[in-house]
């Protein structure tokens, strides 16, 4: 539901652009969808301007596409880009977790096994939406103990791509309970601070997350030509 809330301030587009990204990543603004300016304009109660301006900004981001004499539209992943994006995120994941392992302090491992455990308290339940948001506090939260700012700068911009796809490979049967079963393996890398077994864990976790995703794509198309 678009917020009601008028926007005001001397960076009127930034907040725009906030608000948008986040009715990307919240699914929305749907993959492919076209975005009507129009309408938002009048729903926040702003003029074409700063919105067109944020826009722009989503556009640099890779997040949206400005289609001439079109509009603009929200960008969709294809199958190529998942190919390629998980194995990279995949290894810059595993970085972090490496560097993480090795600084964590005892404060930190307690906040990760907080996070964990609620995790554990969304598999259990089969939550998948809130399993997908835990899951994703707690990846930034690895991110952020690597306190590496070029790495958190190259896992950063990347991890706005792998939300577009909103974890939807947890739709898969069995995955959550799959998923859950590698964040124990790797939250108890994490408490006997053996950052090499961290690594392995996250790069494993991540490629695990792709390959879930393709069987999921497969189950689809199979199931496409009997809908209706």
């Known amino acids: 539901m678009v917020d009601p809330i ?12 906030a608000r948008l990204r986040a009715m990307v990543f919240d699914n929305q603004l749907v ?35 400005l289609v001439p004499h079109r509009g603009c539209r929200v960008i969709a992943l294809t199958e190529d880009d998942a190919d390629a994006l998980f194995p990279v995120m ?20 307690h906040t990760l096994r907080r996070l964990h455990d609620e995790l554990e308290r969304h598999a259990a339940a089969h939550d998948i939406e ?18 590496n700012r070029w790495l958190d700068r190259a896992t950063g911009d990347l991890r706005r791509f792998m939300r577009l796809m909103r974890g939807r490979q947890l739709a898969l049967p069995g995955r959550i309970e799959a998923s859950i079963n590698e964040h124990r393996v790797l939250i108890d890398a994490f408490e006997q601070r053996d950052a090499a077994r961290a690594e392995r864990a996250m790069h494993d976790h991540l490629m695990a997350q792709l390959v879930a995703l393709k069987k999921l794509r497969g189950t689809e198309a199979k199931a496409a030509p009997h809908a209706g």
């Open 6 to 17: 008028p926007l005001r301030g001397t960076s009127l587009h930034d907040g725009v652009a």
């Open 90 to 109: 995949a290894l810059l994941e595993g970085r972090c977790a490496f560097e993480a392992a090795k600084k964590a302090g005892d404060a930190d491992l």
């Open 130 to 147: 809130a399993y997908y948001r835990a899951n994703h506090v707690f990846h930034a939260q690895v991110q952020s103990l690597a306190s």
């Open 31 to 65: 993959p492919g969808q076209w975005i009507d300016e129009k309408a938002l304009a009048v729903q926040w109660q702003v003029s074409r301007t700063p919105l067109r301006e944020a826009l722009k900004v989503l556009a640099a981001e890779g997040l949206v596409e």
